[in-house]
C-alpha cells in the first residue's frame, strides 16, 4: 500500500521562501505521476504543479515562475519550491501520487505578516 509522507510547511512571511517535500513509500509500480494540489478554506482543491516520471512539468498559471516542482524517481520523492510567497498561497497542500491515485495527509502552509 503506497503511503505519502508531508513535510516543510509552516508560516513565512509575504515575499519569503519554503520548500515542501513529498516521500512516497510502499510502491510495487513505477509512480507515473507526482504533484502537489491545495486547498485553502471555502475553495475547492486545485491543482499546484505536477511531474511526470520522464519530467513534464504543468504549473497552476497562479504560480508559474515562482514555485518549482522537482523529483527523484529512484527514491520516489517529489518537492515543491516555493518562492515569493503572497498571502493568497495560504492552504493546506497535499502531495498526490499516480498510479495508485493515493494523497498525503496534508501539510498547512500559512503566508503572513
Known amino acids: 500500500q503506497v503511503q505519502l509522507v508531508e513535510s516543510g510547511g509552516g508560516l513565512v512571511q509575504p515575499g519569503g521562501s519554503l520548500r515542501l517535500s513529498c516521500a512516497a513509500s510502499?510502491?510495487?509500480?513505477?509512480?507515473?505521476?507526482m504533484g502537489w494540489y491545495r486547498q485553502a478554506p471555502g475553495k475547492q482543491r486545485e491543482l499546484v504543479a505536477t511531474?511526470?516520471?520522464?519530467?513534464?512539468?504543468n504549473y497552476a498559471d497562479s504560480v508559474k515562475g515562482r514555485f518549482t516542482i522537482s523529483r527523484d524517481n529512484a527514491k520516489n520523492t517529489v518537492d515543491l519550491q516555493m518562492n515569493s510567497l503572497k498571502p493568497e498561497d495560504t492552504a493546506v497542500y497535499y502531495c498526490?501520487?499516480?498510479?495508485?491515485?493515493?494523497w498525503g495527509q496534508g501539510i498547512q502552509v500559512t503566508v503572513s505578516s
Open positions: 498526490r501520487a499516480v498510479p495508485p491515485n493515493v
Open positions: 510502499g510502491s510495487r509500480f513505477s509512480i507515473y505521476l
Open positions: 511531474i511526470t516520471q520522464g519530467g513534464t512539468i
